[in-house]
């Protein structure tokens, strides 16, 4: 769970630094820098950052098969993270004025809150049966066992060879 929070941090900070910057010839103004941010040149990533949010009160609050498909679905936001992240992403060839080093970075914290996402969605796969949901501590001891049929029970009690028709207690 802690990677779902630090894979959401991750995308939600990538998305708020710049991404893309170029001078641009204004017309009167001159030359202006043009900047966006993460969240203008990849509009997955505030999604991504709130689903990796959501995926941690899905693993509390699921087990078994409900949780797996939770894992599947943050695998896959995770996959599309890493995806949003590197995509466009260029190391050099900067123009002189341009935060490059920032571009570049933004471009990884993306590309890592991707992977975080991934790791925390394989991890709700691979602990889904073992993991208590929430409430769990709650339930009664044998609130899960089925409830049998009395008549099959009967039966059983029969093939084990108690007579069960006789009244519990001593036997004479």
């Known amino acids: 769970m802690l990677a779902l929070l630090l894979g959401a941090l991750a995308l939600w900070g ?5 991404w893309f910057a ?3 010839d204004e017309g009167v103004r ?3 820098r043009y ?3 993460g969240e203008q040149r990849a509009s997955a990533l505030v999604p991504l950052a709130i689903l990796a949010l959501a995926g941690v009160a899905g693993a509390i609050a699921t ?14 936001a995770g996959a599309a993270g890493v995806w949003a992240g ?18 570049v970075l933004g ?18 796969i691979k602990w889904a049966g073992t993991a208590r949901k929430l409430g769990a501590r709650y339930a009664a001891p044998g609130a899960n066992a ?27």
Request: proline fraction near 9%; hydrophobic fraction near 40%; aromatic fraction near 6%.
């Open 14 to 18: 990538a998305s708020k630094m710049t």
């Open 22 to 24: 170029e001078f641009r």
């Open 30 to 32: 001159g030359t202006v």
């Open 35 to 37: 900047t966006e941010s």
């Open 63 to 76: 087990s078994g098969w409900p949780r797996r498909v939770l894992g599947v679905v943050l695998v896959l």
């Open 86 to 103: 590197l995509d466009g992403i260029r190391f050099g060839g900067f123009a002189p004025g341009v935060p490059g080093t920032q571009i």
């Open 107 to 124: 471009h990884l914290i993306a590309a890592l809150g991707g992977i975080l996402l991934a790791l925390g969605g394989l991890a709700a």
């Open 146 to 172: 089925a409830r049998k049929d009395p008549d099959t029970e009967l039966w059983e009690a029969l093939s084990e060879g108690s007579d069960p028709t006789e009244p519990p207690g001593p036997r004479r």
